[in-house]
C-alpha cells in the first residue's frame, strides 16, 4: 500500500491548487459543499487535465515534461479502471470499505490513480489494455478494477504489478492460459498466484501452477512441457481450475 503520509500530501496539495485558481467555487470545508467541491477536483485530475502539473507521483519524478505528461495521457485514457462500472459518475463508491464522500474516498482514489501511473509507465500499454478485459468479468465490473485488485493481492503493489505486467505479454510466463482464466486467477490469488509465509507474501511460479494442474489431471509428473498444458488448460474451465487450488 501507498503510505499514507505521502497519499494525504497529495491530496492537500491538489485542494490548494483548487482553492488557488477556482477560489469562488471551491469549499473544502462547508459540509454542505464538500461533495461539490471533490467533484470539481477529481474531474479536473481524471477528465479534463486541469491539475496535472500539480499531481505529485514518485513515479513521475524525474522526468522531462514531454515523457511526464505521454504517461499521465496514457492513464488517463484507461482511468475507467479506477472507477465503479468504468464511470467517472460513481466515484464515491469506487473505493472499498470506506464511507462514501468523506475526504479518505478522494484520497484513496487519487492513490490509486497513482498505482494506474506506475504501471503505465513500467508496462506501457499492454498491462492497460489487458487490464481492461477485467471488466467483462462480473466480479470486477461491479467495482474498480484497481481496487479490488490491490485488495486482492493484500495491498501487496510490487507482487501485483510484476504478476500483470507479465500476464500481459504474449509471450510471458502466463502465455498458455487463456485471459479468462488469468483474470480468475488475480481474482482469487491466494494460494495460487500467492501465498503467505513467515516472512510475508510469497510469489508462487507459474512453473509450479502447471505442475499442481497437471498432477490433478494426468497425475504426477515432474516438468511438463507447453504443449501438453496447452492441451490440459484447453480442456477445463476456470471453475475447475480454481477447485485445484482449492484441493491443496
Avoid at 477560489?23 to 470545508?29: C, P, Q, V
Avoid at 479502471?81 to 487519487?110: P, Q, R
Avoid at 486467477?185 to 512453473?207: A, Q, W
Wanted: hydrophobic share 35%.
Amino acid at each position: 500500500m501507498e503510505d499514507k503520509l505521502v497519499s494525504a500530501e497529495r491530496l492537500e496539495t491538489l485542494k490548494n491548487a483548487m482553492i488557488l485558481n477556482y477560489l469562488t467555487e471551491i469549499d473544502f470545508n462547508d459540509d454542505d459543499k464538500k461533495k461539490e467541491a471533490y467533484d470539481s477536483l477529481l474531474y479536473k485530475v481524471f477528465v479534463s487535465g486541469e491539475l496535472d502539473d500539480m499531481f505529485t507521483s514518485e513515479y513521475l519524478d524525474g522526468l522531462d515534461k514531454n515523457e511526464r505528461q505521454r504517461i499521465i495521457d496514457l492513464s488517463r485514457k484507461y482511468n475507467s479502471l479506477c472507477f465503479y462500472h468504468g464511470n467517472f459518475d460513481y466515484w464515491e463508491d469506487s473505493v472499498e470499505g470506506v464511507t462514501k464522500g468523506d475526504d479518505m474516498t478522494a484520497e484513496i482514489l487519487l492513490s490509486n490513480y497513482n498505482y494506474l501511473i506506475r504501471l503505465a509507465k513500467n508496462g506501457g500499454e499492454d498491462v492497460l489494455k489487458f487490464l481492461n478485459k477485467f471488466r467483462s468479468y462480473d466480479t470486477f465490473n461491479n467495482g474498480s478494477v484497481i481496487a479490488l485488485l490491490i485488495n486482492s493481492f493484500w495491498g501487496d503493489l510490487d507482487t501485483l504489478e510484476t504478476i500483470l505486467i507479465e500476464m500481459s505479454k504474449e509471450d510471458g510466463q502466463y502465455k498458455d492460459f487463456t485471459d479468462t482464466q488469468k483474470i480468475m486467477m488475480c481474482e482469487s490469488p491466494d494460494g495460487l498466484l500467492i501465498r503467505k509465509n513467515d516472512d510475508g507474501i510469497e510469489f508462487i511460479s507459474s512453473s509450479e501452477i502447471k505442475k499442481e494442474i497437471s498432477n490433478e489431471y494426468i497425475g504426477k509428473v515432474k516438468d511438463i512441457d507447453s504443449k501438453t498444458f496447452s492441451d490440459i488448460i484447453l480442456k477445463i474451465n476456470s471453475e475447475c481450475l480454481k477447485a485445484t487450488v482449492y484441493k491443496r
